[in-house]
């Protein structure tokens, strides 16, 4: 059967209206929707003076002088927050505002289906209908912030702007949000005074670039009406395709007014909250495969490092942080993250995993599946011996409250951390990151491919002395570290003393050519990943 193209269907004034968008002869007013926002060609010439003054130019070369801040690299540990609109729905994941508006059949959760069943067809209540119920009637950021450094944290990092368009802070591009509906806060700007009054650093993170692609559009449906343009995107004919929801096939690159308001936006972040990191998704970069010299949106990327690099290095403190995915940046300028992933092996420069609490979202969903406390404490370890560090997330509900499984776990985290903390912050990797069978599996979006640790993995740091860390407990209670074993060349580590933190038990230990066999205590000093440590 012939297919008919969705965008034949559209009525006339509509269509004229989207061509006009696209460059047509159509005038467009500056309160169009459709058209660039009357404020981001003056910050877009603001930020080029910034840019233009150095000392970081806009280039690769330049941006590659770029040094790790020491506190990022001793802090290890930082909690990531999902938290928008798409926690009303509270169903399937915070891919809720994209998955509402596609008729397809998929694995798992039907999420067009759910939506017309509980809340009626996409055209009477589309994603704007939620906005007015996401009250945060009982965020408290201080709350927040003093669960997240009891966990142990030591920076935090909230989502400023998710795929589905709405800021969760005071933008000036657009009305669509946290300050002028739903909330009506700044809830970017109460989170930064509470996360920093707790001693943490405090980051932000934009997910802003795949707004471009995130809602697949029909005739009928509400993302239509160039109305609500600041909130969806602009209705472009290629999200009207019958392929658009395969975003991994077809990714039409972002064009020009849509990349300066991307710039607009992002340093308007560095200008009003002074992040010391900044996190970016996806869709800044098309595909795993696109390299920074060939990626299309390289050179707003370049702007905006320059422009925060430059706006950092006149602040006291450290220069600022930018964590990227894929290839979208070269190495040594910013800092590679892994997505739900983790390296097989020691890595540098510094790096990064981002993952969360729960395995089935990011944002606040019902019926949430969790990953246990020792999970990701062994998670942490092992990211750690590699030379990384973790960044966490949790998922608020609407109201504003943080689940209490998701307090549960961050608490015994930081109970872990207590005892055990010496071994994680302010240590680097040392020559061999660890031992055992347990081998990590790498790649984008890979956890699930994991195995547990077992009593045979062991996972090593450097600090002031050495800190060999048990993932498991052995039923034998004796551990053999074979790294360790006595050898007659330079090589073989003389030790003198072996203690286990958090244990007052004085250890018996013997060092042989086999490794080093230590006797453990009849009792545990914590819950999991047990720590050695060594002189």
Same mark, same amino acid.
């Given at each position: 059967?012939?297919?008919?193209?969705?965008?034949?269907?559209?009525?006339? &004034?509509?269509?004229?209206?989207?061509?006009?968008?696209?460059?047509?002869?159509?005038?467009?007013?500056?309160?169009?929707?459709?058209?660039?926002?009357?404020?981001?060609?003056?910050?877009?010439?603001?930020?080029?003076? &910034?840019?233009?003054?150095?000392?970081?130019?806009?280039?690769?070369?330049?941006?590659?002088?770029?040094?790790?801040?020491?506190?990022?690299?001793?802090?290890?540990?930082?909690?990531?927050?999902?938290?928008?609109?798409?926690?009303?729905?509270?169903?399937?994941?915070?891919?809720?505002?994209?998955?509402?508006?596609?008729?397809?059949? #998929?694995?798992?959760?039907?999420?067009?289906?759910?939506?017309?069943?509980?809340?009626?067809?996409?055209?009477?209540?589309?994603?704007?209908?939620?906005?007015?119920?996401?009250?945060?009637?009982?965020?408290?950021?201080?709350?927040?912030?003093?669960?997240?450094?009891?966990?142990?944290?030591?920076?935090?990092?909230? &989502?400023?702007?998710?795929?589905?368009?709405?800021?969760?802070?005071?933008?000036?591009?657009?009305?669509?949000?946290?300050?002028?509906?739903?909330?009506?806060?700044?809830?970017?700007?109460?989170?930064?005074?509470?996360?920093?009054?707790?001693?943490?650093?405090?980051?932000?993170?934009?997910?802003?670039?795949?707004?471009?692609?995130?809602?697949?559009?029909?005739?009928?449906?509400?993302?239509?009406?160039?109305?609500?343009?600041?909130?969806?995107?602009?209705?472009?004919? *290629?999200?009207?395709?019958?392929?658009?929801?395969?975003?991994?096939?077809?990714?039409?690159?972002?064009?020009?007014?849509?990349?300066?308001?991307?710039?607009?936006?992002?340093?308007?972040?560095?200008?009003?909250?002074?992040?010391?990191?900044?996190?970016?998704?996806?869709?800044?970069?098309? $595909?795993?495969?696109?390299?920074?010299?060939?990626?299309?949106?390289?050179?707003?990327?370049?702007?905006?490092?320059?422009?925060?690099?430059?706006?950092?290095?006149?602040?006291?403190?450290?220069?600022?942080?930018?964590?990227?995915?894929?290839?979208?940046?070269?190495?040594?300028?910013? &800092?590679?993250?892994?997505?739900?992933?983790?390296?097989?092996?020691?890595?540098?420069?510094?790096?990064?995993?981002?993952?969360?609490?729960?395995?089935?979202?990011?944002?606040?969903?019902?019926?949430?599946?969790?990953?246990?406390?020792?999970?990701?404490?062994?998670?942490?370890?092992?990211?750690?011996?590699?030379?990384?560090?973790?960044?966490?997330?949790?998922?608020? #509900?609407?109201?504003?409250?943080?689940?209490?499984?998701?307090?549960?776990?961050?608490?015994?985290?930081?109970?872990?951390? #207590?005892?055990?903390?010496?071994?994680?912050?302010?240590?680097?990797?040392?020559?061999?990151?660890?031992?055992?069978?347990?081998?990590?599996?790498?790649?984008?979006?890979?956890?699930?491919?994991?195995?547990? *640790?077992?009593?045979?993995?062991?996972?090593?740091?450097?600090?002031?002395?050495?800190?060999?860390?048990?993932?498991?407990?052995?039923?034998?209670?004796?551990?053999?570290?074979?790294?360790?074993?006595?050898? $007659?060349?330079?090589?073989?580590?003389?030790?003198?003393?072996?203690?286990?933190?958090?244990?007052?038990?004085?250890?018996?230990?013997?060092?042989?050519?086999?490794?080093?066999?230590?006797?453990?205590?009849?009792?545990?000093?914590?819950?999991?990943?047990?720590?050695?440590?060594?002189?």
């Amino acid at each position: 059967m012939q297919r008919t193209n969705r965008l034949s269907k559209l009525p006339l &004034v509509l269509a004229t209206t989207m061509i006009s968008s696209l460059g047509g002869a159509a005038a467009l007013t500056a309160d169009d929707p459709l058209a660039p926002h009357p404020h981001v060609a003056p910050a877009i010439a603001e930020i080029d003076e &910034v840019v233009g003054r150095g000392p970081f130019d806009p280039t690769w070369d330049s941006l590659e002088n770029y040094q790790i801040p020491q506190w990022y690299k001793d802090a290890k540990f930082g909690i990531f927050i999902h938290w928008g609109v798409y926690s009303v729905p509270a169903f399937g994941s915070e891919w809720y505002p994209r998955q509402m508006y596609i008729n397809t059949e #998929r694995r798992g959760d039907n999420f067009f289906k759910h939506h017309v069943e509980t809340y009626g067809p996409q055209a009477e209540f589309g994603y704007k209908e939620f906005i007015p119920k996401f009250k945060a009637e009982k965020f408290d950021p201080d709350q927040w912030a003093d669960l997240f450094e009891r966990a142990g944290a030591r920076y935090v990092v909230p &989502v400023a702007e998710h795929h589905d368009g709405f800021p969760m802070y005071d933008c000036s591009f657009t009305e669509w949000d946290a300050t002028e509906m739903g909330p009506k806060r700044d809830i970017i700007e109460e989170l930064q005074n509470a996360v920093r009054k707790h001693g943490m650093k405090f980051g932000v993170s934009s997910h802003r670039a795949f707004n471009w692609k995130f809602f697949v559009r029909q005739p009928e449906f509400d993302n239509v009406d160039p109305r609500y343009a600041r909130l969806y995107g602009r209705p472009m004919p *290629f999200l009207f395709a019958d392929d658009a929801a395969d975003y991994q096939k077809r990714f039409e690159p972002q064009d020009e007014q849509f990349k300066e308001d991307w710039l607009a936006r992002t340093c308007e972040l560095v200008d009003k909250y002074d992040p010391d990191l900044v996190w970016f998704d996806f869709a800044i970069t098309n $595909s795993r495969e696109t390299t920074f010299a060939e990626n299309h949106f390289s050179p707003y990327l370049q702007r905006f490092a320059a422009y925060y690099y430059n706006a950092t290095t006149k602040r006291e403190g450290p220069l600022g942080i930018i964590n990227y995915k894929w290839q979208a940046f070269p190495e040594g300028a910013a &800092v590679l993250d892994l997505e739900r992933s983790k390296m097989d092996a020691i890595r540098t420069p510094f790096w990064q995993t981002d993952t969360a609490i729960s395995s089935s979202s990011w944002g606040y969903t019902e019926n949430q599946k969790y990953k246990t406390a020792g999970r990701l404490v062994d998670d942490l370890v092992d990211i750690v011996s590699k030379n990384g560090c973790l960044l966490l997330n949790v998922g608020p #509900r609407a109201d504003g409250t943080i689940p209490k499984q998701d307090r549960e776990i961050l608490l015994s985290i930081g109970k872990w951390l #207590r005892v055990n903390g010496e071994a994680i912050y302010g240590t680097t990797h040392w020559k061999t990151y660890g031992e055992g069978p347990t081998k990590t599996t790498t790649g984008h979006l890979a956890e699930h491919k994991d195995r547990p *640790f077992t009593a045979e993995d062991i996972r090593f740091t450097q600090g002031d002395t050495l800190y060999a860390i048990l993932l498991d407990w052995p039923e034998s209670g004796r551990a053999s570290i074979k790294s360790l074993a006595e050898h $007659s060349d330079r090589e073989s580590l003389d030790v003198h003393s072996v203690s286990l933190l958090g244990s007052q038990d004085k250890i018996r230990w013997q060092q042989d050519a086999e490794g080093l066999h230590v006797e453990l205590p009849k009792s545990k000093p914590c819950e999991f990943a047990y720590v050695l440590e060594i002189n």
